[in-house]
């Protein structure tokens, strides 16, 4: 294993980590919110929080899925096409990637600058800018996690090897796995 597939390794298992504890964190508050309504009582800062907690799950969660090569793209497009261009498009379609999230990261940075002066309508003491600092920070990480998976995508590739396939068939592996252990 390469010291490249071990820090994959790491950062992955930080990120799942992190975007369960966020998971978790929005489960509490949107319950201990349902609660409180049942008994006449309120959180005035709920609404504000479990947005944030929302977005900051869907932005870190985006990153775990980048790490994974879950995201949204066409790994069949590429592995299907003629070796011969294969390669020019994967680095294409990284360069794009990248390029996007570097814009995301560079202008999210430079908003926050905007923000620093707002602050949470419910609580004031937190500020507009520690809140929106998961975009320029979830970019960077987003593409550090494109980074720490191109050579693995890379290889795939290079083999022909589409992921969408590859997890079709994982998933009726498990699937019949599963229907066996059922009948038996």
Not at 9 to 33: P, Y
Not at 75 to 97: K, T
Request: net charge negative.
């Amino acid at each position: 294993m390469t010291a490249i597939d071990q820090l994959r390794r790491v950062l992955e298992r930080l990120l799942e980590v992190f975007t369960v504890g966020l998971l978790l964190a929005l489960t509490i508050t949107v319950l201990a919110a349902v609660a409180l309504r049942m008994f006449g009582g309120s959180l005035p800062w709920y609404d504000e929080v479990a947005s944030i907690n929302l977005a900051w799950l869907s932005f870190y969660g985006a990153c775990l899925a980048a790490l994974k090569r879950s995201h949204m793209g066409f790994p069949g497009i590429v592995s299907r096409a003629a070796p011969a261009i294969r390669s020019s498009l994967f680095m294409l379609s990284e360069v794009i990637v990248v390029g996007f999230f570097a814009v995301v990261a560079w202008y999210g940075y430079r908003v926050l600058e905007v923000l620093a002066w707002d602050t949470l309508v419910s609580l004031p003491s937190i500020g507009l800018d520690v809140t929106q600092s998961v975009i320029p920070i979830s970019a960077a990480l987003f593409i550090v996690c494109e980074l720490l998976s191109m050579p693995m995508a890379w290889r795939k590739m290079r083999a022909g090897i589409d992921s969408e396939d590859e997890a079709i068939e994982e998933a009726i592996r498990i699937a019949e796995e599963d229907l066996k252990e059922h009948r038996s």
